[in-house]
Structure formats: C-alpha cells, structure tokens
C-alpha cells in the first residue's frame, strides 16, 4: 500500500493550467474525473475539466469520487481524486468517500482515522455518497457519525436504489435530526422529486413533470432542520426547478440560504442543464444569485 504522503496523492498530479484561479460567478458543487465508463461517455481530466469551467464562468468546482459498487461502471477512488486534483487546488476542490461496508473499518474511530488522513491529503468534505443500502442503515449512521467527528459535509445521492428512502424522507430525517451539527447535501431523483407533496416511491427513480400543487418533504426537512441542503445539479436538480418553473423561482427565493449550483459534469460535450435553466432565473435578485452560485458553498466549504 503506498502512503498518502508518497506517489498517491504527489507529484504524479498534473500542474495547474491557469496561473491565477478564474473570476467567475459560479462554484460548482458536483463534477468527477475519471473513467466514465457508461452509455459511451468519454473520461474527463482535470485539463479538460478546467477548460470547461474557463468557458463557463465557473471559479471553483468540487471533484467527487465515486467508489460503491452502486455508484459508476468504473470506481473513481479517494486518491485518485487527490491526486489528479493536487496541482490545482486554486479551483479544484477533493472530497472524499469510504464506502460503510468496507470491512475492517474497526468502527467509528477507525473511519475517523481514515478520514483524518484524507483530509490531510485535502479534502474538504464527503461524496459522492452513493451506497446501496438504507440512507438511515446502521452503517450509514455509524459514517455520518466519523462525518461529524471532522467536520466533514456530506453531499449524498438518494433514489429507489441507493441511500434509498421512503416518499416524505423519514430515512433521512432521522439521520438530521441525530447528527443536527452536519451539514448534508442532497442529490438525485430520490432528494428531488420530494420537492412536491404528491411523490410516489416510482417516481423517487424517476423526473416528475407537471405542477407542484403543494410543497413536499424538501420544504418540510429546511423548516425544521438548518444542516439539510440540495445540490442543483444533474438532470433531477434542474427539473425539480424547470417543472413549474413558477413554484421552482419561489422555491428558490425562500430556500436561497439552502441551495448550491452544481452541474454533475463528468464526459466532454456533456449538455448541461443548469446553463438552460439559469437563463430562467435572470431576474432573481442578485443577493440570492449570489448565493446559490458561490455564496452558500463559501460557508459551507472551507476553500483556503
């Protein structure tokens, strides 16, 4: 096993491209590098992740790994986040991830351990979250739990297939209520399609179109929890919004403390969502755009 201090993390790692970090509006919570090794899709590099963020006004952007068998066709390990990202730490910002059923994780100290020399590598928070089990399942709790001993946020996906969770998210309350000092972020169909009352346990997997007749768990979970948050990104983020566009820019303006900009760009060429939608949102106030797009991750993430 080589050390996090040796040629994982080190001078493998490209150097940066930019000389000084890109002044642009936007800090994109959700994007990964990788062998993106599904429906035809091409690896992405840093050099080309900075370029598309060049060209997108995006300052900084969150690289998560992927490493549950659920989550990708090809795992994106911890180090391979840290040290593809090591020369540009200016913009590019390392989670991390362990998968809760790893054996010999020796409990919560243990994985306090491992996450401890993560973040001495540089990672700032934890995900993509993406397991197959119960978003409330012992292991999950007993993670949450390392999560919280370090200060780690935790950007989770949620549908029907992994942190998988019942329409209204009793799963996932109980996890904020029992860890009310850790920021969570929430991600995918499962997360997003509660922005409605009306969910089906279906269309936890799926995009629900159509109006929002009545505010859903999303709403209920911010009033009465302050450490849940939502990640824009992916198809599912971009249609909670795009849905009914009227109840999404209400959503928004009373949610506007909550919610971050992400795209989950991870091939060249993917079609963005967000940058269709933001075309929508011009006439937000510019207090609230500022912080959906830069501000809410500023106080959430520690960049320095």
């Known amino acids: 096993m080589v050390g996090l201090a040796g040629s994982l993390f080190g001078p493998g790692a490209l150097r940066s491209l930019a000389t000084t970090p890109a002044e642009g509006p936007y800090i994109d919570m959700h994007t990964h590098l990788g062998q993106q090794w599904w429906k035809g899709r091409e690896g992405l590099t840093a050099a080309e992740l900075l370029r598309w963020m060049d060209r997108h006004n995006v300052a900084k952007a969150v690289v998560l790994p992927l490493v549950s068998p659920e989550s990708w066709g090809y795992p994106v390990t911890t180090a391979y986040v840290l040290n593809q990202t090591k020369g540009h730490r200016d913009r590019l910002i390392p989670f991390c991830a362990i998968d809760p059923r790893t054996i010999n994780l020796d409990g919560v100290n243990g994985i306090v351990e491992m996450l401890r020399r993560y973040i001495d590598a540089g990672a700032k928070g934890f995900g993509e979250h993406k397991t197959g089990i119960a978003i409330d399942d012992s292991r999950n709790m007993r993670l949450y739990e390392a999560c919280a001993n370090v200060d780690l946020p935790v950007l989770f996906h949620l549908d029907n297939h992994r942190n998988f969770d019942s329409p209204g998210l009793p799963g996932l309350e109980k996890v904020l209520k029992s860890f ?119 106080r959430l993430i520690n960049f320095q």
Do not use: C
Not at 253 to 267: A, K, P, V
């Open 180 to 298: 009310s000092n850790l920021p969570f972020i929430g991600h995918a169909q499962g997360w997003w399609a509660n922005i409605a009352d009306d969910v089906t346990q279906e269309a936890m997997q799926r995009y629900p179109t159509g109006r929002v007749r009545q505010r859903g768990a999303i709403d209920r979970l911010m009033d009465n929890y302050s450490n849940i948050y939502g990640d824009l990104s992916a198809g599912s983020g971009a249609n909670a919004i795009a849905r009914d566009l009227g109840f999404g820019i209400h959503f928004l303006l009373r949610r506007s403390d909550r919610i971050l900009f992400g795209t989950d760009y991870l091939s060249p060429g993917q079609d963005v969502r967000q940058y269709t939608l933001l075309s929508e949102l011009m006439k937000l106030p510019p207090k609230v755009k500022q912080k959906i797009y830069r501000g809410n991750a500023q």
